[in-house]
């Protein structure tokens, strides 16, 4: 599966928030988009999925092709895109009003593969990728907001698995847990991308470390430099990029 | 007062107790003032309201009994009978009301709130609050001159138009506002995964605001209920059984009015009555909406 994107730009109005990125993603791998904030590592997974038209006066040119498809064509409907193109949050958004059955299998009910038994299938095989199976199985009925922080980040990574998408975009994932709920998901991260292809955004510079084999490093909007993540860690070839992972900025 | 360190050592002052100047003393007082006078203005509303209260209570009580709620009111000021068709028809009218209301109030707040933008949202927002704040009588005429007069006959079909058109501002208000308070980000969690915005309102946004969505409907029922001068021209009233919602209706506001111009005592204290079962209404519509949403305890 090929994942590229090419002559990206992005404004919130008048404001100009990505300046031409291009960039191409292996499948089955982990790609990490690092920079200071405000450097539009966010504002560009949120157009991978188009979710940055769902704000106000908000406005995307260019092409994100998946396998060749243009999602941004006129013909396509966002909501056909994020099916196939998945999102975890900051903050773990598990529903309130729903249980933890319900909230996994919000996406298959939403897109019409919700059928009784396969449902219930699903839902277990989600969870049991995400790692979270084991300790929620007994209380499938209880309501998502029982759960510890992290374990309502995995819930919302089951969630986003079972709608079986092929791409799973992840801002920031970790960035509102303790530390050993992180060290799970990153074990998670690790065996996700077996299967499917990750691109994530992170402030922490040794989680891409960690994580990803490829990394994208941000600036101001524009791509300074993207590479094999130990290369770009060792051996930066921009200016910009040294004095970012040495810590001269951040 | 400016002093060497020295000499206020010698003078033995406290830093933190300067001694009482003719400025201090002015300070203290007014301060004490302040207080004094806010607490007495604060007692006398409440007390107003007390006072309100139980002189309604304690002469609206004595006759209060089965019959009230279920007898027809006497002629002319014969002892007994009650206002059985007027709570009856207020409970109608409020019914009919909120067969408009509702829909209209809520969708309105959806609009606003899920997918308005622009000049457009803006002018019928600024439409809504304005609406909030015409006088409800204002309301009747327009029920009036549209039903009405046409029909030829008074109706509770009418009032209940007028009652339900005010109720749409108050609904469509109090539902925006809760509305707005469900986070984002829930939204995102069901956009993410490919729903569409009516299915994300519907089975996300709403459901989390439901207990706020609620209290504003149970409130705004609560107000419409007790209002009178739209039903003057529309509802008009009636000292006989309501047959029909498209002839003259009685209304527990109406009656009350009528009974308490009475110059028979024995409809004035009905009409005290009446003022003691509106408020006990409204007192249980605010207190049940209390007690089943936990004081709006929010699930977010």
Request: glycine share 8%; hydrophobic share 45%.
């Amino acid at each position: 599966m090929s994942f590229t994107v090419q002559h990206l730009n992005a404004w919130y109005g008048r404001k100009q928030a990505l300046y031409d990125v291009n960039l191409s993603f292996g499948s089955q791998s982990v790609t990490a988009m690092i920079g200071p904030s405000g450097c539009g590592k966010s504002t560009f997974v949120r157009c991978l999925n188009r979710m940055h038209e769902e704000i106000p006066d908000a406005r995307v040119t260019g092409k994100v092709l998946v396998d060749d498809v243009d999602i941004y064509a006129q013909s396509i409907k966002p909501r056909h895109v994020r099916q196939h193109v998945g999102m975890v949050f900051q903050q773990p958004n598990v529903l309130p009003t729903r249980s933890i059955f319900d909230n996994v299998a919000m996406g298959p009910r939403i897109n019409g593969h919700a059928h009784r038994s396969d449902l219930r299938e699903l839902v277990e095989r989600s969870l049991r990728q995400a790692a979270l199976w084991e300790e929620v199985k007994e209380q499938l009925h209880a309501p998502a907001t029982q759960l510890s922080g992290g374990q309502q980040q995995r819930l919302c990574i089951a969630r986003t698995l079972a709608n079986q998408p092929q791409i799973i975009l992840m801002d920031e994932p970790c960035s509102a847990l303790d530390p050993i709920s992180t060290l799970q998901i990153e074990e998670l991260i690790d065996e996700l991308k077996q299967i499917y292809t990750i691109v994530i955004v992170t402030h922490n510079m040794s989680q891409a470390g960690r994580v990803a084999d490829r990394t994208v490093f941000f600036l101001l909007g524009r791509v300074i430099e993207e590479a094999e993540t130990s290369k770009l860690f060792s051996h930066p070839q921009k200016k910009e990029t040294e004095d970012y992972v040495s810590g001269r900025f951040g | 007062m400016s002093t060497t360190v020295s000499e206020r050592k010698n003078s033995a002052s406290n830093p933190f107790k300067p001694p009482p100047s003719a400025r201090e003393i002015q300070r203290q007082f007014n301060n004490g003032c302040l207080i004094v006078l806010a607490t007495l203005f604060a007692l006398l509303a409440v007390g107003v309201l007390i006072f309100l209260l139980l002189y309604v209570i304690l002469n609206g009580i004595r006759y209060l009994n089965l019959d009230f709620f279920t007898r027809l009111p006497t002629p002319n000021g014969e002892p007994g009978g009650g206002m059985g068709p007027a709570i009856q028809g207020t409970l109608i009218l409020v019914g009919l009301a909120s067969l408009i209301g509702i829909p209209l109030g809520l969708f309105t707040a959806i609009y606003l709130s899920e997918f308005g933008r622009g000049r457009l949202a803006n002018a019928v927002r600024s439409l809504v609050d304005l609406l909030t704040g015409v006088p409800t009588i204002i309301f009747g005429l327009f029920a009036w001159v549209i039903i009405v007069v046409p029909q030829e006959t008074f109706s509770g079909f009418s009032g209940g138009v007028a009652l339900g058109i005010i109720m749409i501002p108050i609904v469509a208000r109090t539902t925006e506002d809760v509305l707005r308070l469900v986070p984002r980000e829930q939204r995102e969690a069901s956009l993410s995964l490919g729903a569409t915005e009516a299915r994300t309102t519907f089975r996300v946004v709403i459901p989390a605001a439901l207990s706020g969505i609620v209290t504003g409907i149970v409130l705004a029922m609560a107000r419409v209920a007790g209002e009178t001068a739209p039903l003057l021209m529309t509802a008009f009233g009636t000292t006989f059984r309501n047959t029909s919602i498209f002839e003259p209706m009685d209304a527990l506001t109406l009656r009350v009015y009528n009974f308490t111009l009475s110059p028979y005592q024995t409809q004035v204290n009905q009409a005290y009555t009446g003022a003691l079962v509106l408020i006990l209404l409204i007192l249980i519509a605010s207190f049940t909406v209390r007690w089943f949403t936990g004081g709006f305890k929010r699930k977010f």
